[in-house]
């Protein structure tokens, strides 16, 4: 399988978006890491980072990591340019819908492969049967952003920690997942969603929203300042803010935070 990666990616024939390069390593501290530089070394849009392990994956958090044995998830950092969209040094408004958009792609293609539907968690992982299945971690750096993602595919178990709580595609079929197929069919996804202007409208908000986990359900929610708080699912708005909706009826936009857990209706 890692021949096979080299061989048919490395001159970015199978790269969707426009032919850009994609640079794949056996082994990296971080994806994202490396397209940071490739950023920096004025690669185009579309450029790819993929790895077969990472030492230093990160999650979303200064604690939370993305550790996985070589060849068992699909692991890669997509540069996004911006030129189009801002000039200053700060991120686009709509940059937190960003981790939303990327994830729709992503469910996509899985879905292109399943029945069984694909669920965005705000603000940034992917659930199937109400268990992790793909994180998603963008970061805005220098008019870009840097979308990094990580698919669960031919995990046999996890660690006693997050037993119960992630799922891997290889549960899914039976057997071994064909990681090239999946990892152009996303990077086909993403190039459909991110080359439209519309990538931050209306229609694309109801795609997102449409499959937002939890959505019309009771969660307690940690708040930025780190209040845990309770109230329903409304939505994701424009901005990428989560919508909750307290017992009174009173609403409350959230730019960041976490879903800790919900009971469905």
Request: with cysteine.
């Amino acid at each position: 399988m890692s021949v096979r990666f080299s061989r048919r990616c490395a001159d970015g024939s199978c790269n969707p978006f426009g032919g850009s390069p994609i640079y794949r390593h056996l082994s990296t501290d971080s994806t994202m890491e490396r397209a940071r530089e490739r950023l920096t070394a004025g690669d185009p849009h579309g450029t790819v980072v993929i790895a077969e392990y990472q030492s230093a994956g990160r999650g979303r958090g200064a604690a939370r990591s993305w550790a996985a044995k070589p060849g068992s998830s699909l692991l890669f950092t997509v540069l996004l340019r911006l030129e189009t969209v801002s000039s200053r040094s700060e991120p686009p408004a709509r940059f937190g819908l960003t981790p939303l958009v990327v994830g729709l792609g992503v469910a996509e293609a899985v879905e292109s492969w399943t029945a069984e539907p694909v669920r965005l968690k705000w603000p940034n992982d992917l659930y199937l049967r109400d268990r992790k299945l793909a994180g998603v971690l963008c970061r805005y750096r220098d008019n870009a952003v840097l979308a990094g993602v990580g698919v669960n595919c031919n995990q046999r178990g996890f660690p006693p920690e997050i037993k119960g709580r992630a799922i891997a595609l290889r549960e899914m079929w039976g057997g071994p997942v064909a990681r090239y197929k999946l990892f152009v069919d996303i990077l086909a996804r993403l190039q459909v969603h991110l080359k439209r202007e519309e990538r931050f409208g209306p229609a694309m908000l109801a795609a997102v929203n449409d499959r937002l986990y939890m959505r019309g359900c009771e969660v307690s929610f940690r708040a930025p300042d780190g209040k845990v708080v309770g109230g329903t699912v409304i939505e994701a708005d424009s901005d990428g803010r989560l919508v909750l909706e307290n017992g009174s009826g009173e609403r409350r936009n959230y730019i960041s935070g976490e879903i800790l857990v919900g009971r469905r209706p």
